[in-house]
């Protein structure tokens, strides 16, 4: 069983960054397809980013696109999530997914492709 665990949450002000980490425990991390989802109060969990095995491709949500960036290192089993420009609607519990099927475009916004998930990290943005 994967361990996937987030950390790098916090509060901020409107404008502000933050970099989420999401590290998994297993040896073949190379291969996977990494996805960061996000839910807010009352919402249903929503796709935010992912990235491919080697990181050569990746996808954001439009809400997202331009201001966060996922990147990983793969010497480090770790995936980030740099996050700029924040905005009081990016308040959440974020959410990094593992799969270990190669990266699709039309399937990673889809939260139930993912079979390891972490317990989240919450990301609070003031206004």
């Known amino acids: 069983q994967e361990q996937v665990v987030e950390s790098g949450g916090g509060l901020v002000q409107a404008g502000g960054s933050l970099r989420l980490s999401c590290g998994v425990s297993?040896?073949?991390?190379?291969?996977?397809?990494m996805g960061w989802f996000r839910q807010a109060p009352g919402k249903e969990r929503e796709f935010v980013a992912a990235?491919?095995?080697?990181?050569?491709?990746?996808t954001y949500a439009d809400s997202v696109k331009g201001r966060f960036t996922i990147d990983r290192d793969n010497s480090k089993y770790t995936v980030y999530l740099q996050m700029n420009n924040l905005k009081p609607e990016d308040t959440a519990v974020y959410y990094c997914?593992?799969?270990?099927?190669?990266?699709?475009?039309?399937?990673?916004?889809?939260?139930?492709?993912?079979?390891?998930w972490g317990q989240g990290t919450q990301v609070t943005v003031s206004s």
């Open positions: 990235s491919s095995g080697r990181g050569v491709r990746t």
């Open positions: 297993e040896r073949t991390f190379s291969p996977y397809t």
């Open positions: 997914a593992a799969d270990r099927e190669p990266f699709r475009t039309e399937d990673v916004t889809d939260m139930h492709e993912y079979t390891y």
